[in-house]
């Protein structure tokens, strides 16, 4: 049977800039951009998910305003397993710094979607550029 895992990520934008965040050394595709987010816990809704991955990874406190986008994709580990993803466009409360979570992103740039189509990323976040 195909184990389900399902994600959650923010969209963040400062003006026609957006948030992306390098996964660190030693982790799960280390090297990689990526948007702010990751797992939903189980009982856990996929919009609070992504409110709490935002904090947990950069410090900034975000609420969601709408969906970008939903997709899903099999596991690019070979695993038996299917991966549902959602992103969502989120209004910052405040203009904070961001303050990385070293044990998982090493570093963070402000993006507009053209500059970022540059970066190694896997493909469902290119998609969204």
Known sequence: MTELKY?????????????FLRRG???FLAGRW???GGTVEPDELPEAAAIREV???????????????RTSWPDIA?????IHAWVY??????????????????DFAWLTPLEA????????????L
């Not at 923010?10 to 003006?15: D, E, K, P």
């Not at 070979?78 to 299917?82: A, K, V």
């Not at 466009?89 to 090493?106: F, S």
Request: hydrophobic share 35%; net charge negative.
């Open 7 to 19: 994600l959650a990520y923010c969209w963040i934008a400062r003006g026609d800039r957006v948030l």
């Open 25 to 27: 050394p030693g982790v």
């Open 34 to 36: 990526e948007l702010p």
């Open 55 to 69: 904090v947990e990874e950069t410090g900034l406190k975000v609420q969601v305003t709408g969906e970008l986008s």
């Open 78 to 82: 070979g695993r038996e397993m299917e």
């Open 89 to 106: 466009t989120v209004e910052e409360e405040g203009e904070g710094d961001v303050v990385l979570n070293p044990e998982e992103h090493d």
């Open 117 to 128: 189509r540059g970066l190694e990323m896997s493909q469902h976040f290119r998609r969204l």
